[in-house]
T-cell receptor, first 113, second 113 residues
Framework: DAGVTQSPTHLIKTRGQQVTLRCSPK?????VSWYQQALGQGPQFIFQ???????QRGNFPDRFSGHQFPNYSSELNVNALLLGDSALYLC????????????FGPGTRLTVT | KQEVTQIPAALSVPEGENLVLNCSFT??????LQWFRQDPGKGLTSLLL?????REQTSGRLNASLDKSSGRSTLYIAASQPGDSATYLC????????????FGTGTRLLVSP
């Protein structure tokens, strides 16, 4: 049973560019959440997708957007990259309505230069 | 707004010691609480999930307790080993109808041989 997968593993971008990160949820899961973890900090909630719609959003600007596909996989897009966007981006999947438990992927390390 | 605090921020112990990591949260109206382990530069590994109706969970040398009324959880590690060296993160599921996690900033543990 495949767990949560994310791609790419690492990414280096320049300020002002745009980036797309991808996530495939654990088999059987229908909800995907994204978190940003800056160095030395705990992960911060970005947003959550269910049935291809954004259900809840954390305190992140509109430069951060997402999408969920019919197969439940998801993308996180960040426009106009800033140096402060450098972080580990974590994807978590879960099954809505079931025991509250999220399963995390290995993350994508984004470096903005 | 839910806030999660972890004490201590860092801990260094010799191999074999028993130790306790502390987690506190400001809003007792939570669903589940989850403890994670994170190795440097890596994703999150779930250690223990305590459901809202439970008071503790055990897995091997790990025991986690939850006291919702006081807003506290502890993670007890017995007979620590160098391989336990990592950052330990506590996170709570907010009682908002969404499966959103709020994380602490973690306790960085170093176990010396």
């Amino acid at each position: 049973d495949a767990g949560v997968t994310q791609s790419p593993t690492h990414l280096i971008k320049t300020r002002g560019q745009q980036v797309t990160l991808r996530c495939s949820p654990k088999s059987g899961h229908d909800t995907v959440s994204w978190y940003q973890q800056a160095l030395g900090q705990g992960p911060q909630f970005i947003f959550q997708y269910y049935e291809e719609e954004e259900r809840q959003r954390g305190n992140f600007p509109d430069r951060f957007s997402g999408h969920q596909f019919p197969n439940y996989s998801s993308e996180l897009n960040v426009n106009a990259l800033l140096l402060g966007d450098s972080a580990l981006y974590l994807c978590a999947s879960s099954l809505l309505g079931q025991t509250y438990e999220q399963y995390f992927g290995p993350g994508t390390r984004l470096t903005v230069t | 707004k839910q806030e999660v605090t972890q004490i201590p921020a860092a801990l260094s112990v010799p191999e074999g010691e028993n130790l306790v990591l502390n987690c506190s949260f400001t809003d007792s109206a939570i669903y589940n609480l989850q403890w994670f382990r994170q190795d440097p530069g890596k994703g999150l590994t779930s250690l223990l999930l305590i459901q809202s109706s439970q008071r503790e969970q055990t897995s091997g040398r790990l025991n986690a307790s939850l006291d919702k009324s006081s807003g506290r959880s502890t993670l007890y590690i017995a007979a620590s080993q160098p391989g336990d060296s990592a950052t330990y993160l506590c996170a709570v599921y907010t009682n908002t109808g969404f499966q959103k996690l709020v994380f602490g900033t973690g306790t960085r543990l170093l176990v010396s041989p």
